[in-house]
């Protein structure tokens, strides 16, 4: 069974950085996409960064320039690295990994708990 465990949230001010990180373990299967999304307090969840296997990247207009995604396939690992932080960032942020089983035409997509990210002013 596939879980994704994610790490690296915490508190921190504005102008600050925080890394996160999320690793699949119990995967063979090929990584079709890997991604970021959070979801603050009364809002719905949003997109924040992108990547996929060609290491093709996109992010959300609100992080651009701040926040870089890499991933590797190998590992079934995906981060996020958080620069300059600020007290809209927060919310609570989740991995996404799409993976297609063997012989599989649909990839399945997985998400992790969820890490919470407080920016302080």
């Known amino acids: 069974q596939v879980q994704l465990v994610e790490s690296g949230g915490g508190l921190v001010q504005a102008g600050g950085s925080l890394r996160l990180s999320c690793v699949a373990s119990g995967s063979a299967f090929r990584v079709v996409a890997m991604a970021w999304y959070r979801q603050a307090p009364g809002k719905q969840r ?3 960064a992108g990547v996929t296997p060609g290491g093709r990247t996109n992010y959300a207009d609100s992080v651009k320039g701040r926040f870089t995604i890499s991933g590797d396939n190998a590992k079934d690992t995906v981060h996020l690295q958080m620069n300059s932080l600020k007290p809209e960032d927060t919310a609570v942020y989740y991995c996404n ?10 990839a399945d997509s997985y998400w992790g708990q969820g890490t919470q990210v407080t920016v302080s002013s």
């Open 97 to 106: 990994i799409d993976l297609l089983r063997p012989r599989s035409a649909v």
């Open 46 to 48: 949003e997109l924040v």
